[in-house]
């Protein structure tokens, strides 16, 4: 049982930045990769940035040079910079944990948050 809890969305201008944030919390022995995947109403949801437990981290070309994953693993936490902002990032954006639960080791298992809204416009 892990609960994902985002926060950090919102309206922002082209060209602006935001910061999301993503706390794991629950019964965790723990968690492998993390990440962060977008949805549209026109587009699948896509693969936006992820991050290894040892730090290793993949990217969506579009979004290369202009977002950074990180993760703090003492806080079971994973955060998405993501700078210059354009109207084609506007999208709800999903995280993601493939995570272990503490008495039942045997696999993991993956886990989404709720989703956050981020809309860049003018």
């Known amino acids: 049982q892990v609960q994902l809890v985002e926060s950090g969305g919102g309206l922002v201008q082209p060209g602006g930045s935001l910061r999301l944030s993503c706390a794991a919390s629950g019964s965790i022995f723990s968690i492998n990769d993390m990440g962060w995947y977008r949805q549209t109403p026109e587009k699948q949801r896509e693969l936006v940035a992820t991050?290894?437990?040892?730090?290793?981290?993949n990217y969506a070309d579009s979004v290369k040079g202009r977002f950074t994953i990180s993760r703090d693993n003492v806080k079971n936490t994973v955060y998405l910079q993501m700078n210059s902002l354009k109207p084609e990032d506007t999208a709800v954006y999903y995280c993601?944990?493939?995570?272990?639960?503490?008495?039942?080791?045997?696999?993991?298992?993956?886990?989404w948050g709720q989703g956050t809204q981020v809309t860049v416009s003018s």
């Open positions: 993601n944990a493939d995570a272990v639960v503490r008495g039942y080791a045997a696999r993991s298992f993956n886990y």
């Open positions: 991050i290894t437990n040892r730090g290793f981290t």
